[in-house]
């Protein structure tokens, strides 16, 4: 059984930065790609970001772009998503996800479509203006 615990939201001024982490506890039976969805108060969720299996290739919503930088550690199976000049819209719940890669698509491809094999309980980013 595969568990995943986000650690590192709170509040935060707009303009300031976070740091999220996500570790997976367990042993995945096979290599796991690992991203993070968001999903703000009355609204659905959205992708934010995924990162494949080796960090090789990474993935973000556009307004994300140039602002969040994901990465991972791949020994330890843990990713972490930094997010810089935080905006007030990004207010919401993040989630860690990871996805296996399947006969029909890879695992960060899955994720990018909001597919998952495994989740997180989610962390509350609050940005102030």
């Known amino acids: 059984q595969v568990q995943l615990v986000e650690s590192g939201g709170g509040p935060v001024q707009a303009g300031g930065s976070l740091r999220l982490a996500c570790a997976a506890s367990?042993?995945?039976?096979?290599?796991?790609?690992m991203g993070w969805f968001r999903q703000a108060s009355g609204k659905d969720r959205e992708f934010v970001s995924a990162?494949?299996?080796?960090?090789?290739?990474?993935y973000y919503l556009d307004s994300v772009k140039g602002r969040f930088t994901i990465s991972r550690d791949n020994g330890m199976n843990k990713a972490y998503l930094q997010m810089d000049n935080l905006r007030p819209e990004d207010t919401a719940v993040y989630y860690c996800?990871?996805?296996?890669?399947?006969?029909?698509?890879?695992?960060?491809?899955?994720?990018?479509?909001?597919?998952?094999?495994?989740w997180g309980q989610g962390t509350q980013v609050a940005v102030s203006s």
């Open positions: 996800a990871a996805a296996h890669t399947t006969p029909q698509a890879a695992g960060v491809m899955r994720l990018r479509l909001l597919e998952s094999d495994y």
């Open positions: 990162i494949n299996w080796n960090g090789a290739y990474t």
């Open positions: 367990g042993r995945p039976n096979g290599h796991i790609a």
